[in-house]
Structures are given as C-alpha cells and as structure tokens.
Nanobody, 127 residues
Framework: QVQLTETGGGAVKAGGSLRLSCSAS????????MAWFRQAPGKEREIVAA??????????GKSVKGRFTISRDRDNAKDTVYLQMNSLKPEDTAVYSC??????????????????WGQGTQVTVSS
C-alpha cells in the first residue's frame, strides 16, 4: 500500500514562498501520475497542480498558474514530488494534499482519477 507524506507547510506572509514535498513509499512511484490538491475551510477540494509519469507534462489550476511549479525527481530515485509556491497570497491558505494515480500517463485534473491521499500539510498566508 502506498503511503504519502507531505512536508513543508507553514505560515508565511503574502508575497513569500514555500516548497512542499510529498514522499511516497510502498508503491511503484515511477508508474504514478501525481498531483497536489488543496482544500480551504468551507470550500471544495480543488486541483493545484498535476504532473505526468514522465514529468514532461504538467497542469496548473488557474489561480496558481505562473506562481506555482510542480516537479518530480527526474530519475525518480527519491520517490518525491515537489510543489514550489511563490508569490503566495492569503487566498492560497488551505490544507495541501498530494495524491497519485495508477491510470498511467497523466496529468489528471479530477479527484476521481486519483487513488489515495496523504494527510495534508497546512499552508497559511497572512496579509
């Protein structure tokens, strides 16, 4: 069974940066498309960014495009996917969770395309 562990969350001021990491264990990371979603209190879960198995194709949610970057180890040696978040805004405040898909290829946008989720890491951006 795949286990996902997110780290790197915290509290920052608007305009600041954070880098989230998601480490995967217990599965075939090299064969999974990966993604980051977020959920703020009272709001639905939304896609932040997604990346294909190869790492060559990515997708970004409209609200983060141009500010966030998703990546994965090129040789997949560390079984980790990253989310670099720059120019953070208060509206980026949410719990960020990573997830994986066994569908192959990718990236995928819809939550139903993904198999399991990590516990999440809190990101809080103050104005």
């Amino acid at each position: 069974q795949v286990q996902l562990t997110e780290t790197g969350g915290g509290a920052v001021k608007a305009g600041g940066s954070l880098r989230l990491s998601c480490s995967a264990s217990g599965g075939a990371f090299r064969r999974y498309a990966m993604a980051w979603f977020r959920q703020a209190p009272g709001k639905e879960r939304e896609i932040v960014a997604a990346i294909s198995i190869s790492g060559d194709d990515t997708y970004y949610g409209k609200s983060v495009k141009g500010r966030f970057t998703i990546s994965r180890d090129r040789d997949n040696a560390k079984d980790t996917v990253y989310l670099q978040m720059n120019s953070l805004k208060p509206e980026d405040t949410a719990v960020y969770s990573c997830t994986y898909s066994t569908l192959g290829g990718g990236p995928y946008v819809l939550p139903r395309s993904y198999d399991e989720w990590g516990q999440g890491t809190q990101v809080t951006v103050s104005s």
